[in-house]
Nanobody, 113 residues
Framework: QVELVESGGGLVQPVGPLSLSCAAS????????MGWHRQAPGNQREWVAS???????SYADSVKGRFAISRDNAKNTLYLQMNSLKPEDTAVYYC???????WGQGTQVTISS
């Protein structure tokens, strides 16, 4: 059974920064892509960023240049470094692994002054 646990969310002022972590239980994660989605109130869940098993990263246009995804395979942990945060980044952030994806429970990120 795959279990993903996000942490690091909270309330932060515009600009930020804020860093999220996603700890994965089990083994074999190094062979799978991992990533982040987010869901704002009233909106559908949207893709934010992903990283392949080989470390290739990709980002949604809305976060490109501001967010950085990384992974530590030895720790089975995924990260999302968020900079230059905007109020529109407010959402519940979910990490996932593999396809079809296994999801974490989400962590709330609120950007407000």
């Amino acid at each position: 059974q795959v279990e993903l646990v996000e942490s690091g969310g909270g309330l932060v002022q515009p600009v930020g920064p804020l860093s999220l972590s996603c700890a994965a239980s089990g083994s074999g994660f190094r062979f799978h892509a991992m990533g982040w989605h987010r869901q704002a109130p009233g909106n559908q869940r949207e893709w934010v960023a992903s990283i392949t098993s080989g470390g290739f990263t990709s980002y949604a246009d809305s976060v490109k240049g501001r967010f950085a995804i990384s992974r530590d395979n030895a720790k089975n942990t995924l990260y999302l470094q968020m900079n230059s945060l905007k109020p529109e980044d407010t959402a519940v952030y979910y990490c996932w692994v593999g396809y079809p994806p296994s999801w974490g429970q989400g962590t709330q990120v609120t950007i407000s002054s």
